[in-house]
């Protein structure tokens, strides 16, 4: 399957700060990546879909202005979490399409980001 | 919108078993249901899919049906490992004709454990 890298696998930082997740494509061109919260034991919440050279388009209820996503290029994506808190912990988990169809799903490793 | 229902929550089984785990959908337009195992601290991994025009695909140890009719699909594990212990979702999207698709609505989730 196609590789999707995702860095930092896990971060600490304190209140206040900002955090920045880095998602690349590493063997293939990705238009679209898709950003996903994941709490303990729940499943995947879409927070956005992030698209190659224009605005991210972002799921009802979350914030744009706290989560920001960049996608510069066709193998890079990133998602800043602003002024983090500690209700912003959780598994950030970003994903991009591939195929034939390109309809498959492959995800990244994920981003433990714990508040403190 | 779509709605995907998952069962079981969770699952015990002993080595060398076989596991079934079942998914229904609701949106009748969706057309594309993958599978995804998410170890623990890791991100989701594609493990099979299946396309709505397809009633059944297997690979290896693992198949997954589909009733287009009763809008319900499922996974089967045969010959159970120890290594196959982890959480396993079902999703559904609807892929377009020319490549892509929407966003995928995921089940939620099945917290299978192989017991030697």
């Known amino acids: 399957g196609a590789v999707v890298s995702q860095h930092p696998s896990r971060v600490i930082c304190k209140s206040g700060t900002s955090v920045k997740i880095e998602c690349r494509s590493l063997d293939f061109q990705a238009t679209t990546m898709f950003w996903y919260r994941q709490f303990p034991k729940q499943s995947l919440m879409l927070m956005a879909t992030s698209n190659e050279g224009s605005k991210a388009t972002y799921e009802q209820g979350v914030e744009k202005d706290k989560f920001l996503i960049n996608h510069a290029s066709l193998t890079l994506s990133t998602l800043t979490v602003t002024s983090a808190h500690p209700e912003d912990s959780s598994f950030y988990i970003c994903?991009?399409?591939?195929?034939?169809?390109?309809?498959?799903?492959?995800f990244g490793s994920g981003t433990q980001l714990s508040v403190l | 919108g779509e709605n995907v229902e998952q069962h079981p929550s969770t699952l015990s089984v002993q080595e060398g078993d076989s596991a079934v785990i079942k998914c229904t959908y609701s949106?009748?337009?969706?057309?594309?249901f993958p599978w995804y195992k998410q170890e623990l601290g890791k991100g989701p991994q594609l493990i099979i899919d299946i396309r709505s025009n397809v009633g059944e695909k297997k690979d290896q140890r693992i198949a997954v049906t589909l009733n287009k009719t009763a809008k319900h699909f499922s996974l089967h594990i045969t010959e159970t490992q120890p290594e196959d212990s982890a959480v396993y979702f079902c999703?559904?999207?609807?892929?377009?004709?020319?490549?892509?698709?929407?966003?995928?609505?995921f089940g939620t989730g099945t917290q299978l454990k192989v017991e030697l």
């Open positions: 999703a559904a999207s609807i892929s377009f004709i020319g490549g892509g698709g929407n966003k995928l609505t």
């Open positions: 949106d009748s337009a969706s057309n594309y």
């Open positions: 994903s991009a399409r591939t195929g034939a169809t390109n309809e498959k799903l492959f």
